[in-house]
Structure formats: structure tokens, C-alpha cells
């Protein structure tokens, strides 16, 4: 009990024993006090709104500043007001932060705190829990954010110093020296003409200025499309170094996104991994380009976790038709399994150009592979994407 109780109780008895008009005011004010006390938070709390301001999306160790916009409208001051807000340990070191303000009618308050990112996932601010009470009393009002604000820490991107992957559609705009095919927009220069080379390549006019059959050099280009499928279920990834081999195919596919993305190559992502935030497995992103689309794409790889009743990658980019012929589809897993060498080995028939990426390869995975003409690429302990030794 409260002094303020004790007060009042007192005061309340002594009227009861004597009835002077002294004490009936004093006995009659604590009680209004009392009743006064009671109603004050609760009317206040219908006029106090608050908003965070967080963002949505953070790369790996990237510091930002969360804002709470707190307004109070009501008619009565309002003593003081407790404010809670949890945050999660990956975000910052300081696991719950707390303030006490007194606001005037019509005054607004920001509260400001950092976070930093140290791992990618998905992450939720608060609830926000806020406490209102009066001076006079301790009756406190409880309000409770109903909704707590999500952010997602994207993965890292490590730099892809040469791109080990096969070209399927002429007149990209990209350039590699491992395309099958060339661009006959985009000439490099001449070379003495060779037993095969065929005749529409032949540049009349300096083989009749040399005096020799000069054919012209073109531009070798990569396919304008590619289908990144990463493999995201528990029972893709065994072993003991199960969670380190995700999180490495993780990081290797937002650095084949970003590197194909940048050098304006339209990409796609499909995965069989968990989305917690629409709660929900599976993930398909259509091939496109720009800087708005590798943002979603990588905020998607951000959230994605291992799921553990979904259907496995295979069962999963079979039934998908977001590919045109010529296309590429890189397929990132941890081992092969006949199953998915049998679907790559389908999609190849389709005219499509097939690249295997193992986070966890062993020989005879690599034998299988190169039996069936696949090209097989592994991935390093920094996720980037490495021929295989």
C-alpha cells in the first residue's frame, strides 16, 4: 500500500470518528486525488502514439540508427512515461534499452539508438513496451507494441575475380573467353583465315589490301539469363559442417547475383529454403536486371533458413519453367546426389547450359559430373567461387 493509501485510509476513519468540516475536505480531496490518479493514465494513454524508424534491409557490419517518434496529446501532463525496447544480441550489445520522459500536452519526443549488424537473418525490434503513470499514485497503465519491425541483414558478397561459366545466348553484352558463341556486333580484329573458319567471317577488304584471307575476331558473350538454384533443406547439407556449407552457399550466391547483376546480366533465384517472414518455403524470382532487383534478391538470401519439409532441388526446379532455351542454370548445393545430376543432365537436353557449385565436393562427385559434360565449380571458405582442385 502507498502512503497516499495510507493517507486517505487514515483520513477517511477520522471523518467517520469525527465529522469536522476540516477533515471532511482534506478526507473528500485525498480521495479525489486517489480517483484522480486512477483515471489519469488511462485517459493519457489513448492520446500517446509512437512510430519506430528502422530499416528494413542492412548489409553485414553496417551501423544504423533506430528512431521512436514518441506524440502525447493529451489535455494533462503526463509525470513520467517508462519506455522499453528489446533488441536482439546480433544487433547490438546492449539486449534491452530503457528511458523515463515527461512530456506536456502536445509535445513529441525521438529517442535514438544504433544497432550494427554482425550476421545475416532475420531480426525483430521490440515489442515496445511503454508504462504511464500519474504523480499522485502508482496506478500505472501497461501498453504493448502489438507488432514488432523486421529487419534483415543481408549476406556478404565477396569478390568473383573471373566467372567460370559457360555463355548460352549471342549478342550479350557481356564478354567472356569461354563463350560458345560470339557477338557479330562487337569485332576485336583480324587473323589469317584457318582450314574451318567459316566465309561469312571473311573480311574482304584487308585480305584484298594484305593479299591473304583475313577473317574477322569477334566478341565471345555469356547468356543474358541465369537461373541461380540454391539447394536449402537439412537433408541437402549433411555432415558436421552442415550450417557452415549453408551459409558459404549462401554468400556465394548473392556474390554470382551481384556480379552478374553488375555487369548487366538479368538473374533469377530459386531456392527450397524457408522464408520466416511470409512463413513459407520456396522462393522464385524471375530473371531481371537492375539495382532494385538485386536488392530484393539479396534481401530474400538475408531471410532464407533451412527447411526441413520441403521438397529437395530437385523435385523443386523441375516443375519450374522460368528459363528460355539457351539459357544458364547455376545449381548450388552441398553434394551430388544422382537425383540432381539426373535433372541437370535433363536440363541440358533443353538447350540449356548447366554449372554444378558444391560447398562440399568429393571426387567422385566431380566424376560424375565431368562423365556428363557438367561444368563443376566448388566453393571456398570465403564463399566465393573457385574452379574445383
Known sequence: ????????????????????????????????????????????????????????????????????HITYRGWLPLPYLVICEDIPAMLSNVPRRQWVLSLW?????????????????LYWLGPLSLRIGSVFDQHETQLTERKST?????????????????????????????SLFEDATQKTGVRTYQVGDPPRRIDWKT???????????????IARETLIVLAFTEAEYPGRFAYDNRERAVVATASLATTLIQRRQAVGLCSN??????????????????IEHLRELLVRLGRI???????????????????????????????????ILTTLVTFR??????????????????????????????IDRAGAIIPCT
Request: hydrophobic share 45%; net charge neutral; with cysteine.
Open 1 to 68: 500500500m502507498t502512503p497516499l493509501r495510507i493517507v486517505t485510509g487514515i483520513a477517511v476513519i477520522w471523518l467517520i470518528l469525527d465529522p469536522q468540516p476540516v477533515v471532511g475536505f482534506v478526507a473528500y480531496t485525498l480521495i479525489g486525488l486517489q480517483v484522480l490518479g486512477w483515471f489519469w493514465p488511462r485517459i493519457a494513454r489513448n492520446q500517446l502514439t509512437w512510430q519506430r524508424y528502422a530499416p528494413l534491409a542492412l548489409a553485414p557490419d553496417e551501423v544504423a540508427e533506430v528512431k521512436i
Open 105 to 121: 500536452p502536445g509535445q513529441s519526443h525521438t529517442l535514438r539508438y544504433p544497432i550494427q549488424c554482425r550476421q545475416r537473418g
Open 150 to 178: 523486421p529487419i534483415t541483414v543481408t549476406p556478404a558478397v565477396v569478390s568473383l575475380r573471373l566467372l567460370h561459366l559457360i555463355a548460352a545466348l549471342p549478342y550479350s553484352q557481356e564478354r567472356y573467353h569461354l
Open 207 to 221: 585480305s584484298a589490301r594484305l593479299g591473304d584471307l583475313q577473317v574477322r575476331e569477334l566478341t565471345p558473350t
Open 273 to 290: 529454403g524457408y522464408d520466416p517472414l511470409h512463413r513459407q518455403a520456396g522462393i522464385t524470382l524471375l530473371p531481371a536486371t537492375g
Open 305 to 339: 533458413e533451412p527447411a526441413t519439409d520441403a521438397p529437395l532441388i530437385e523435385e523443386v526446379i523441375t516443375g519450374e519453367s522460368v528459363l528460355r532455351p539457351g539459357a544458364t542454370l547455376v545449381l548450388i548445393t552441398s553434394v551430388l546426389s544422382t537425383q
Open 349 to 378: 537436353q533443353r538447350a540449356m547450359k548447366v554449372v554444378l557449385v558444391l560447398a562440399d565436393p568429393v571426387l567422385t562427385d566431380l566424376l560424375h559430373a565431368q562423365q556428363y559434360g557438367i561444368v563443376t565449380l566448388q
